[in-house]
Structure formats: structure tokens, C-alpha cells
């Protein structure tokens, strides 16, 4: 099955600096990859995905790049704001099952 | 539109208690997902229905969890007996079926602690 590695688990950036997220993935057949942003105590929230025919997507300070043949993709935030602090997995879903698979989160802490 | 709601939001129980939990997904949405996260570690994916019926319920641990959703509404995952290992949040997720988009809307999750 899909195996979804996430990394860092924890980043610490300063308020207006880049932020990125990286993840890789098992299964070359898997064609979809969302991003979910979960607040302490709030639901997970997607903020952005992608699908297998595009290598790129943004929208406004949020962006993610895919590589297929590496099997990788990332998730970029500029410009970073307090506000931007939170917890972000990354996912991956197959061609044939419906079922997300999710990397271990990454932490992310916006500091003034 | 309302989102996906849970109930309850919190549940403590010992050890061999039976737990009841519930997820109304978005009206309209026939896909319904459980996924749980245990502590520091990924979501993991539980079972998947198509209306009433069980599409994948490979991520079931074992017996002692029973999903239903019946009328296709919303879905009910009973824990019984609960064990220490059961504790974490488990998420309840809904999508439309064949809508344009794959997404996946999560409910607040309810934070099942075993003692």
C-alpha cells in the first residue's frame, strides 16, 4: 500500500520568512496529494492540493510543486504570519481507492 | 453548509468499557470516511462508506470496532471492549460522490482517551 513520509516534524521560522514542508510517496500510481492545515483543537482543513497532471498550484502565499518521477512533493508557504502557525499534513490517493494516506505532520511555529 | 460535525468531542472510559461514537458527514455527501490519529503519529485511515455500504474497511484493527451507517446518513463507530491502545482522535471526513473535486471535509474529531 501507499507510504507517505513527512519531514520536518517540527520548523520554526520568523514571522515573514519562507516556510517548506516536504513529502514523498510509495505509490506511482497515487494522483491526487492535498495539504491540511489543522489549528490547535479545530478541525484538519485543507489548504491546498494537487493533482498528478500539474506540477505546480498556488494561491496567494501558499504553494505546492509535484515531482512525479521523484515521487515528492512540497509545500510552500512566504511570507509567513503567526496565524500560519499550526499543524500541516500532507496526503496522498491512489488511482483506485477513495482512502487518504496521510504523512506524521509537520509543526509549524511563526515567531514575531 | 454546516460541516462535519461529531459527537461527543471528548470521551474517557476504562478499559473494557464499550464507546459510542458519532459523525454526521455534510448533507448530500454519500462518502464517509473514520480515520484515526494516535498521539504524534499520521491519521491513519479506518474504514470508507458509499452511502450504506462498506467500500474499504481495510484499516479496521480488529473486531472489537463496528462502523455502521445506516440509511446512509450519518455513521456510528463502536469501540467494544476498549483497550488502552484504542486511545487517540478519530476523525470523521465526508466527500461528495462524483463531485468534481476529491475533497475531503474533516470533522472536529473526538478524543477518545482508554485508562
Known amino acids: 500500500g501507499e507510504n507517505v513520509k513527512q519531514h520536518p516534524s517540527t520548523l520554526s521560522v520568523q514571522e515573514g520568512d519562507s516556510a517548506v514542508i516536504k513529502c514523498t510517496y510509495s505509490?506511482?500510481?497515487?494522483?491526487?496529494f492535498p495539504w491540511y492545515k489543522q489549528e490547535l483543537g479545530k478541525r484538519p482543513q485543507l489548504i491546498i492540493d494537487?493533482?498528478?497532471?500539474?506540477g505546480e498550484k498556488k494561491d496567494q502565499r501558499i504553494a505546492v510543486t509535484l515531482n512525479k518521477t521523484a515521487k515528492h512533493f512540497s509545500l510552500h508557504i512566504t511570507e509567513t504570519q503567526p496565524e500560519d502557525s499550526a499543524v500541516y499534513f500532507c496526503?496522498?490517493?491512489?488511482?483506485?481507492?477513495?482512502?487518504?494516506?496521510f504523512g506524521t505532520g509537520t509543526r509549524l511555529q511563526v515567531t514575531l | 453548509e454546516a460541516g462535519v460535525t461529531q459527537f461527543p468531542s471528548h470521551s474517557v472510559i476504562e478499559k473494557g468499557q464499550t464507546v459510542t461514537l458519532r459523525c454526521d458527514p455534510i448533507?448530500?455527501?454519500?462518502?464517509l470516511y473514520w480515520y484515526r490519529r494516535v498521539m504524534g503519529k499520521e491519521i491513519k485511515f479506518l474504514l470508507h462508506?458509499?452511502?450504506?455500504?462498506?467500500?474499504?474497511e481495510s484499516g479496521m484493527p480488529n473486531n472489537r470496532f463496528l462502523a455502521e451507517r445506516t440509511g446512509g446518513t450519518y455513521s456510528t463507530l463502536k469501540v467494544q471492549p476498549a483497550e488502552l491502545e484504542d486511545s487517540g482522535v478519530y476523525f470523521c471526513?465526508?466527500?461528495?460522490?462524483?463531485?468534481?473535486?476529491?475533497?475531503?471535509?474533516f470533522g472536529p474529531g473526538t478524543r477518545l482517551t482508554v485508562l
Open positions: 505509490d506511482s500510481a497515487s494522483n491526487y
Open positions: 496526503a496522498a490517493k491512489g488511482r483506485t481507492a477513495s482512502k487518504l494516506t
Open positions: 471526513a465526508s466527500s461528495q460522490e462524483g463531485g468534481l473535486t476529491d475533497t475531503q471535509y
Open positions: 494537487i493533482r498528478s497532471n500539474v
Open positions: 462508506f458509499v452511502k450504506e455500504s462498506k467500500q474499504d
Open positions: 448533507s448530500g455527501h454519500d462518502n
